[in-house]
């Protein structure tokens, strides 16, 4: 997911997607050393291979490594082989995709579906072949079985999972078949099915009818069935109609199957109201049930916002529900939900929403900011477009807290920015607040009516990589702006300067964001001043940035230019050296609470042992959780505390696999294939959406939905060694 959230954060998001292809290395790591055991030899071999894998060198890894006699040379090779993901290693992948053990078969389907771009179809039908091969020997000999060392490593979850990420007709039509299929090719279908809805945002009609089929099962209902629902846009009538009743249906299923048909309900349109409204109602509900179907209601218009304000009547007519005691639990993070989706004007919730501005500021640091919130939360929208509203000046006590500031934003933002307004916009943009800085800078994109260079400039000029970040990336969305009030002239010259400056400065930068950001500014500028460093990027080690400087590249005339080719590094890196070698738990004191979680090498030893690094170098210490999307994800590890900031460390390579995200699943904050750092974030709920797009690092213990933005990490230690 992109480290920083947009508004709501729930849409992919950019993931670990494969991008280029490395040339031969300049320090093959193949061989071992002479005389050595064959178990020594052996165990060298897969350390090459890991090796190999950290530093993209797809060329040191070869086919006999998939024909080796020692299987854990095997998968250590299909492993590397697919998450380096170029050119070379489909190819030998496509040949290991035959090998006899599940792992190995599990790591090569999962590669190949990393590859699909531009030859989907080719893709499916070979995955679909050895589908095909797995199940007729599983007919025709009962004898006959892959070990799965795990439930992970299922040869057919991941070649169904590998079709859902290519996507195409035969792909569809064959997943489509596994539908009717026993139990786990049925999830694994529905799943599938979901990631190619998500991609296409579109299925064939027969595929719809076969879905809500599986969903709505009386023997034995497919609860992932009804993930592609949670993703698709247009619904004709009769597919609303059955959807609704589908979704309908499940709700009275506690678990997985409940919690989908809450997020599906939205696409039944106004006729799921009712019942999305009385998952909000019922304390039954689980906290992330409830901010779902907060959040379906936001989607269906003047129907949704008229239940959203009953919902927070019923909900303010409990005289606990702002209690101290509810304010530190998980329902605060619905009502905060419930509050971010109403829009204004308030019409009858306006009682309600007085009473919230009243509430009285008292307590510990945690409570007070939750109390303040809500507060700011109820005047912006009392206010409407009101940005001198008293309730509004007064709801955050604090002297120009950052809370009553985003506020005021939120308000200046419904109208013109004119007089009054345009004066109170001006002294936001030049806060002392990096975050409520960014904010006001994201609102020259859609206010032609302001002079916008000096604020773009300005930003580009900053110290601080989110400010930066979002300085560049406004420029390469709108180049309009560059030139001041969005006419269509070239760029101001101090629009231009400040990038030129900004690119040299943030060269070497391991943010890769801010760097891909300036990359796209520059292309979308036509800023032929930056070539020379666009070109230095294009042979970079990192794929994002090469994507990036691709990109912009073609923009300034240089059409035929490919950044596919790069040298690995001659080292891994220094996190493998020492690498935690068992799960190691991680303790995690806030001034809301203490948490765990469990670091688990298993699938991503690199981005585990960093995080467990920087934990005991206390890096985390006094660091602020800025990212809380009630029932979807918990974010922590920026020191900037804006979402662009991370360890003064390179980024991280994506350990990523076909490992699902369930609820409590730790991953690596992303924005494009190998960009993490020290971010992570807790999934409050099945995301399939996350899965093989992010390095799953390990799992969390209870309580980490009672967290808010603006909790403060007091202290984060490894308890054990984890070696």
């Not at 709108?478 to 101001?492: I, Y």
Request: one cysteine or more.
């Amino acid at each position: 997911m992109r480290r920083r959230a947009g508004a709501l954060g729930l849409v992919l998001i950019t993931g670990c997607g494969s991008h280029g292809a490395a040339g031969p290395s300049a320090d093959a790591s193949a061989g071992a050393t002479p005389g050595a055991s064959a178990d020594a030899r052996v165990q060298q071999r897969v350390a090459a291979l890991v090796a190999a894998e950290e530093r993209r060198a797809s060329r040191d890894v070869d086919a006999g490594d998939l024909e080796n006699r020692d299987v854990r040379v095997r998968r250590a090779a299909a492993r590397a082989l697919a998450r380096i993901a170029d050119e070379h290693a489909a190819e030998l992948l496509s040949r290991s995709l035959g090998d006899d053990d599940a792992e190995v078969v599990t790591w090569s389907a999962y590669g190949l579906g990393e590859t699909c771009a531009g030859r989907a179809d080719e893709r499916a039908r070979e995955l679909t072949l050895r589908a095909a091969s797995l199940l007729f020997r599983r007919a025709s000999d009962r004898s006959f079985d892959l070990k799965t060392p795990t439930p992970l490593f299922d040869p057919l979850s991941s070649i169904a999972f590998a079709l859902g990420r290519c996507g195409g007709a035969d792909a569809e039509h064959g997943l489509r078949a596994w539908l009717t299929l026993g139990a786990p090719l049925r999830d694994a279908a529905g799943w599938a099915l979901g990631a190619i809805a998500a991609r296409d945002d579109r299925l064939e009609d027969a595929t719809l009818v076969a879905l809500l089929d599986a969903a709505g099962r009386h023997d034995a209902p497919v609860a992932s069935a009804l993930q592609a629902f949670t993703r698709l846009g247009r619904l004709d009538d009769a597919v609303r109609a059955r959807l609704l009743d589908v979704a309908r249906a499940a709700l009275g299923t506690p678990g997985l199957r409940r919690a989908l048909s809450v997020r599906a309900l939205a696409a039944a349109g106004d006729g799921a109201v009712p019942s999305l409204a009385s998952v909000v109602a019922a304390k039954s509900s689980t906290p992330s049930e409830r901010a779902d179907a907060v959040r379906g209601l936001g989607r269906l218009g003047g129907a949704g916002q008229r239940a959203l304000a009953d919902a927070l009547l019923v909900w303010l007519g409990d005289p606990e529900a702002t209690s101290d005691a509810r304010l530190l639990e998980a329902s605060y993070g619905v009502l905060s939900t419930l509050l971010g989706t109403l829009e204004p004007p308030p019409d009858r919730a306006g009682p309600a929403l007085s009473r919230l501005v009243k509430l009285d500021v008292h307590g510990a640091p945690v409570l007070e900011r939750r109390i303040v919130a809500l507060r700011c939360a109820a005047a912006s929208l009392l206010a409407g477009r009101g940005s001198e509203s008293a309730a509004l000046a007064a709801c955050d006590p604090t002297p120009n807290g950052r809370r009553g500031r985003l506020a005021r934003l939120a308000v200046l933002d419904r109208g013109p920015l004119k007089g009054k307004r345009l004066r109170a916009w001006q002294s936001l943009a030049e806060a002392d607040d990096a975050v409520v800085r960014e904010r006001a800078l994201e609102l020259l994109a859609t206010h032609d009516e302001l002079d916008a260079s000096a604020v773009i400039a300005r930003a580009l000029d900053s110290k601080l990589g989110g400010e930066v970040a979002t300085a560049a990336h406004l420029l390469a969305d709108h180049p309009e702006r560059a030139s001041g009030t969005g006419a269509p002239d070239s760029p101001a010259p101090a629009v231009t300067h400040a990038l030129t400056a900004a690119l040299e400065r943030w060269d070497a930068s391991p943010l890769v964001e801010v760097r891909t950001n300036l990359a796209d500014a520059a292309g979308r500028l036509d800023l032929l001043t930056a070539k020379a460093r666009l070109e230095s990027a294009c042979k970079s080690d990192n794929p994002t940035l090469r994507q990036h400087a691709e990109k912009a590249l073609h923009q300034l005339g240089d059409h035929d230019r490919r950044c596919t080719t790069f040298d690995p590094p001659s080292s891994p890196p220094a996190e493998l050296a020492a690498a935690l070698r068992a799960p190691a738990r991680l303790e995690v004191e806030t001034d809301a609470g203490t948490f765990t979680l469990e670091l688990d090498p298993a699938l991503a030893p690199t981005a585990a042992t960093r995080i467990a690094e920087l934990a005991n170098a206390k890096f985390f210490d006094g660091i602020v959780v800025h990212r809380v999307v009630p029932g979807f994800v918990v974010q922590l590890g920026d020191p900037d505390g804006d979402g662009y900031g991370g360890a003064p460390r390179p980024p991280l390579r994506c350990e990523t696999s076909p490992a699902p995200f369930d609820a409590g699943s730790v991953g690596i904050a992303l924005s494009g294939r190998d960009t993490g750092s020290s971010q992570f974030f807790v999934t409050l709920g099945r995301e399939p959406h996350l899965d093989g797009e992010y390095a799953l690092i390990g799992h969390a213990g209870p309580g980490w939905d009672r967290l808010s933005e603006g909790d403060v990490v007091k202290k984060a230690r490894v308890q054990g060694a984890g070696k």
